[in-house]
């Protein structure tokens, strides 16, 4: 696999870093301890009404209730040859310090491995630490981040709305902010820029919903990650001099600029990856860059997306091209629709619901059967249709759909597992993930549910994966967390060396559906019904590479192989 036009990016590269430099040369220093002008404030009592700079200094007459102060505005005090007020210094600060503070964030995700809650957030973050100047200041955010955990678990139990519930959340963070205030005796240890509040709110809600889903222990890693790069983006924005280097010499800022070029075409693999597929050969292992690269950008044309992103939408293609999928027995897009959700599930004893345009299994409620008024779950809970009713809301203020946005609910048809995936399953329904390259089949794995993923087949929230020989369709391998097993851990069954029943149908469905969506990078999930057989359930433009250790195969040079075929 080879990048396309990789000397324009070196090139674009090589020439920002070489005007930097050599503007930051040529450019005449700036004189030493000379007035550039001065900086004329008037206040009332303690508060400053107005604040200006002025070259030459003007007539000045002091009302009775007002008094005023000069100050002498010195060459250090100046960007771009303007003089640079006390006032505004913070905030040019803040934005020369922005693109360092975002190529930090790049290095740490895409060199590193790093997650975090949000791309950038740990960069804004860490530029507020920029401004607490104390440990008690420390302190005092970690406590918020705490204290809003707490509260956010209480809420849950109000169940409201997401945004009301969101808002609440913000008010309580404001609330704790001003009672420490108070203990504290000031502000000077709280010297904080309020728009991190918006973000620590945020952060807190993201913890939450990935705690439900994903588990404390990956939760709290991610929370980890995402407070150490805040403090390093902090280390590097206090270094000594940085910030007033940058102010004097604005064209370094092509330096990070150029560095962020570069990242943005390094396809090999990330450090944690390099532990993570240590029993593949490294030259042969597809990493997330180079997923990204090759696999995405390549061949995934953005216009597309939306087609797999929504589950809707892709329903209403397979039945254009004639591919079976779970039959959709309501759509909810209104919060106004919530009051007739009850009604509307009566007659259901069985059913999925889900978001519509979410991914990885998140937000998705199994209902196996009916006591009465209660809903039983697949991990044996019963519920209250106010549960139903929440986790209804939540999908449609978009907690769990990409990118954030508001979304639909699906309520769809559930599958009655196959008796010979059902056997191997034991809890939840199994499916069959393949991962096509060029519209071919590259690779494919059964993933199947267990009593710690909660019923879904989800490798990340604790499922199993399963090789499939693509040939044969028999099983062989199988992961489980990061350990290579033999036999699944709540049903003792044995996983190699199954065949998955009407395997050439699936991989022919799968085929299809891949040239009517227009992707070459897709992965295709299919359910086996022991009613239906062969159905559908849902695209994904963006699959997971862990399909590469449960079959004990990299996909790089499984790609080689079908390029070389269609190059041929």
Known sequence: MRQRRPWLVITLALTLIAFSCAIYVLRPPLAESSSTGFEVTIWRGDQPISRKVYSILPALIPLDDHRITIEPMRSDNQFLGRPLSSADRPLVEFLLLLPPATLLICLLRNLVGMASFGTFAPALLGLAFRDVHSLVGVFVMLTIITA????????????????????????????????????????????????????????????????????????????????????????????????????????????????????????????????????????????????????????????????????????????????????????????????????????????????????????????????????????????????????????????????????????????????????????????????????????????????????RANLHQGGIGVGIDLTTGRTTSALAGRDIIDRHPDTGMPLADHVVPEWQTMLEMATKVARAVGLGYVGIDIVLDERYGPLLLEANARPGLAIQIVNQQGLVEVMDRINGVREA
């Open 148 to 455: 809003g955990w707490w509260l956010r678990r209480g809420l849950n139990e109000l169940h409201l709305l997401q945004v009301p519930r969101t808002a609440l959340l913000l008010s309580g963070v404001v609330v704790l902010l001003l009672t420490l205030i108070t203990v504290l005796g000031g502000t000077g240890p709280l010297a904080i820029s309020l728009f991190p509040l918006v973000i620590l709110t945020g952060m807190i809600e993201r913890f939450w919903a990935m705690e439900e889903e994903d588990g404390t222990g990956n939760t709290f890693t991610v929370l980890g990650c995402t407070l150490l790069m805040a403090g390093l983006v902090c280390l590097l924005a206090r270094l000594p001099g940085f910030a007033a280097l940058l102010i004097d010499h604005p064209e370094l800022l092509g330096l990070p600029i150029a560095g962020q070029l570069l990242l943005g075409r390094y396809t090999g693999l990330r450090w944690l990856e390099r532990r993570r597929f240590a029993a593949i050969p490294r030259a042969r292992v597809l990493g997330i860059n180079a997923r990204n690269a090759f696999g995405i950008l390549d061949r995934n044309p953005r216009g597309r997306f939306p087609i797999v992103d929504d589950k809707v939408l892709m329903m209403d293609l397979c039945r254009r091209i004639g591919v079976p999928c779970p039959a959709m027995l309501g759509l909810l897009s209104r919060h106004a629709q919530l009051a007739k959700l009850e009604q509307q599930l009566a007659p259901l004893n069985e059913f999925v619901l889900k978001p519509a345009r979410g991914s990885g299994g998140r937000g998705i409620m199994v209902i196996i059967g009916r006591e009465n008024s209660l809903f039983r779950l697949a991990n044996g809970q019963a519920v209250a249709i106010d549960v139903l009713r929440e986790r209804a809301a939540e999908i449609l203020a978009g907690q769990f759909s990409l990118g954030g946005q508001p979304d639909r609910v699906l309520i769809q048809e559930r599958v009655r597992p196959h008796p010979a995936l059902r056997m191997l399953a034991g809890h939840g329904v199994a499916d069959v993930r393949i991962v096509l390259y060029r519209f071919e089949p590259a690779m494919a794995m059964l993933r199947l549910p267990t009593l710690a993923s909660g019923g």
